[in-house]
């Protein structure tokens, strides 16, 4: 497959029918440490979540986080949850990696991550990165142990897709560019 093909094909994919192989998950993962980092640094630490019951936990702790950090049982409107619930619902069936960083290896990870988002596409699999905020990432270094002197990025969800992504409806192309001046 072509970049350019693996770019056009890239997507976001949100509900999964099955996780990657050990053997795909690993070419991805060195795929996402060819980024380029800052003085080769290489400030990326990655830990993969397979355990069913911390998968859960991280599920459920997006849940939460999505209805405004109120616990299931707190009234939300159904808009909602139904929103939290279907984020929630995405973790299954997939492969679950936490990306974290050291101190300034922040826009480092976020490069790693694209490298595994594309390394995806050639092996059939599709990604959906997993944002933790407003204090439920110091929740999930709790979960995952993780020690002082690293920031969770997001959690990256990699598996064969449940169904066949839908093309985005994109910007024309060209409406971004600007030379010199905005």
């Not at 770019?7 to 050990?22: C, H, I, L, Q």
């Not at 142990?145 to 920031?151: A, L």
């Not at 839908?166 to 409406?175: D, I, K, V």
Request: net charge neutral; proline share 7%; hydrophobic share 40%.
């Amino acid at each position: 497959m072509d970049f350019y093909e693996v770019v056009e094909k890239r997507r976001t994919v949100r509900n999964f029918k099955g996780p990657a192989t050990e053997a795909q998950l690993m070419r991805i993962l060195v795929a996402g440490t060819k980024a380029p980092s800052g003085m080769n640094q290489q400030r990326w630490e990655f830990i993969v979540v397979d355990d069913p019951a911390l998968v859960e936990k991280i599920a459920e702790r997006k849940y939460v986080l999505n209805r405004g950090n109120k616990p299931r049982g707190e009234e939300v409107p159904p808009e909602v949850e139904k929103a939290a619930q279907a984020q929630k619902d995405s973790f299954a069936n997939g492969s679950h990696v936490a990306v974290y960083y050291k101190e300034g290896g922040r826009d480092e990870a976020w490069m790693c991550l694209e490298n595994m988002s594309l390394a995806a596409v050639p092996e059939g699999l599709g990604t959906k990165i997993s944002f933790y905020r407003a204090g439920a990432e110091k929740d999930i270094d709790k979960i995952l142990q993780v020690p002082p002197g690293y920031e969770l990025a997001c959690v990256l969800s990699i598996g064969v897709p449940a169904m066949e992504p839908t093309a985005p409806t994109l910007r024309p192309e060209g409406s971004w560019l600007h030379r010199n001046k905005f």
